[in-house]
């Protein structure tokens, strides 16, 4: 095999090697974005239990006569801690593809 074949055969195998590290990537940040929302389901589910039971507790304390009883107040996740969760994983999404394209 001469050395323009040899070379080319080289960069084909660098390229197709490339290629499968690229689809890692691209496999890992849907992942991380399928994870976003569960997360963002969990914080929501997690915050109204907590909702749940600080109103329960007020409860109890009122019927000991501790304390009144207060009405909770929602504290679900607000669009923009979403926009900061989705900002924060494009960033590192695109801080990995900046050092993939070092490579």
């Given at each position: 095999?001469?050395?323009?074949?040899?070379?080319?055969?080289?960069?084909t195998?660098?390229?197709?090697?490339?290629?499968?590290?690229?689809?890692?990537?691209?496999?890992?940040?849907?992942?991380?974005?399928?994870?976003?929302?569960?997360?963002?389901?969990?914080?929501?589910?997690?915050a109204?239990?907590?909702?749940?039971?600080?109103?329960?507790?007020?409860?109890?304390?009122?019927?000991?006569?501790?304390?009144?009883?207060?009405?909770?107040?929602a504290?679900?996740?607000t669009?923009?801690?979403?926009?900061?969760?989705?900002?924060?994983?494009?960033s590192?999404?695109?801080?990995?593809e900046r050092?993939?394209?070092?490579?």
């Amino acid at each position: 095999m001469d050395e323009a074949a040899r070379k080319i055969q080289e960069l084909t195998e660098a390229l197709a090697s490339a290629q499968t590290e690229v689809d890692k990537w691209r496999t890992g940040a849907e992942i991380y974005e399928a994870q976003v929302g569960d997360l963002q389901g969990a914080l929501q589910e997690m915050a109204a239990e907590l909702d749940r039971l600080a109103f329960e507790n007020q409860q109890l304390k009122g019927q000991l006569g501790d304390a009144p009883i207060l009405q909770p107040q929602a504290s679900v996740p607000t669009d923009e801690d979403a926009q900061i969760i989705q900002a924060a994983l494009i960033s590192r999404i695109k801080e990995l593809e900046r050092e993939l394209a070092q490579r």
